[in-house]
Antibody, heavy 128, light 111 residues
Framework: EVQLVESGGGLVQPGGSLRLSCAASGFIVSTYEMNWVRQAPGKGLEWVSHITTSGSNLDYADSVKGRFTISRDNAKNSLYLQMNSLRVEDTAVYYC?????????????????????WGKGTTVTVSS | QSVLTQPPSVSGAPGQTVTISCTGSSSNFAAGYDVHWYRQLPGTAPKLLIYGNNNRPSGVPDRFSGSKSGTSASLAISGLQAEDEADYYCQSYDTSLSGGVFGGGTKVTVL
């Protein structure tokens, strides 16, 4: 079964750090583009970060650039998000998601690739 | 303020059709990027509902349909059912932000 399971969330003080993990099963993480998406309490979805299959391209939302780092461990088939200098506004449920290639009948590859597998999320609370 | 603009809420009676708009700009939809739609039930993770503007993944009923033209996209739900009550999000890519973008989300209420 294709599955993503996040872990590592918790309560942390402002200025602190956390490392989120996302364990994949049923597929090989390194063969898919992967993302972190977060949702603050009562708010909508916010894209946070993205890693390409090669791992050479890392993208970040402006709100986390310079503070968060996305990475991958191919041997553990896992995705990570290192979060430093945490702020109260980083409080959210953090989801990891997989992007897959989808084509139309003429062979056109949809861009961006849709996020077709999501984990259940892990909660991060930043508070003093 | 989301890059993609959605109405906060829409509602309809059972059996009716509701439409959710998603307004983008020259740096996302008009730049040629496709739109995807996700449904999120309370307390659960989002789930892919429509991909590539108007395509349904396996298992999604044909009551759900999407479209995209210029700087706008829309999701239509026909034959509205009580189980359709959820939050719906559009998603694409934005060149000016160099990253993924989501709409602010629309809550669908079945009257």
């Amino acid at each position: 079964e294709v599955q993503l399971v996040e872990s590592g969330g918790g309560l942390v003080q402002p200025g602190g750090s956390l490392r989120l993990s996302c364990a994949a099963s049923g597929f090989i993480v390194s063969t898919y583009e992967m993302n972190w998406v977060r949702q603050a309490p009562g708010k909508g979805l916010e894209w946070v970060s993205h890693i390409t299959t090669s791992g050479s391209n890392l993208d970040y939302a402006d709100s986390v650039k310079g503070r968060f780092t996305i990475s991958r461990d191919n041997a553990k088939n896992s995705l990570y998000l290192q979060m430093n200098s945490l702020r109260v506004e980083d409080t959210a449920v953090y989801y990891c998601s997989r992007q897959s290639e989808y084509y139309d009948s003429s062979g056109y590859l949809f861009d961006p690739k849709p996020m077709d597998v999501w984990g259940k999320g892990t909660t991060v609370t930043v508070s003093s | 303020q989301s890059v993609l603009t959605q109405p906060p809420s829409v509602s309809g009676a059972p059996g009716q059709t509701v439409t959710i708009s998603c307004t983008g700009s020259s740096s996302n939809f008009a730049a040629g990027y496709d739109v995807h739609w996700y449904r999120q039930l309370p307390g659960t993770a989002p789930k892919l509902l429509i991909y590539g503007n108007n395509n349904r993944p396996s298992g999604v009923p044909d009551r759900f349909s999407g479209s995209k033209s210029g700087t706008s996209a829309s999701l239509a739900i026909s034959g509205l059912q009580a189980e359709d009550e959820a939050d719906y999000y559009c998603q694409s890519y934005d060149t000016s932000l160099s990253g993924g973008v989501f709409g602010g989300g629309t809550k669908v209420t079945v009257l």
